[in-house]
């Protein structure tokens, strides 16, 4: 089974369309792996295109510490912290719908999960922690720290590359395709069979 994932986008529509139309018809599945949201003023395009494509079983939209941080600002009332940085402008384009919007990303999946690879948006890191605890710092939202060696390939994005590239690390068998869209720089995918990187996106 082919495999096409997708980095951070941070609300970037352009590249982010045109990618999904150049590569999704070449493969089996479509993941993106979190931060879907933020930064930039065309999230609601963004989100609404992903909603679309997620009416077909071939897409897989996962959550990402931007999507957690939204959902604890409506959960808790107000988000200080996120909503300071970028939340306000993420509001005021999901106004609109808002409730909509936000069903949907409450029911985003924390991964996707193969014999041969795990995708998260973060990576498991390399200590004994819960990693699957939203809130934790080291879990698969939120880890920066180097990540542990999995019995099978882990892809992540979260923390953007140092070379701007797609990088992969044989230490923990792992590649990070976050090559820092929500900086400005570029948005990346991979393209994956069994646990074979075919191709590099960007």
Known sequence: MKILIIGDVHGYFQPFQP????YADKVDLVIQLGDLIDRVPSTKEVLDLAIKLDQ???YIFLKGNHEFELLLHHESGMNEHWYIQMGKQTLEQLSDNYEYYINWLSHRPLKFET????VTHAGTAN??????DEDNEHGILWDRLPLKRLNKF????HTPTESGEVEVDQQSNSCNIDTGMGLGNRLSGIIIEDDKIMKIIS
């Open 154 to 157: 882990q892809i992540h994005g």
């Open 127 to 132: 200590i004994e922690t819960d990693y699957w």
């Open 56 to 58: 077909e079983d071939k």
């Open 115 to 118: 014999d041969d690879i795990l």
């Open 19 to 22: 990618l999904i139309d150049r």
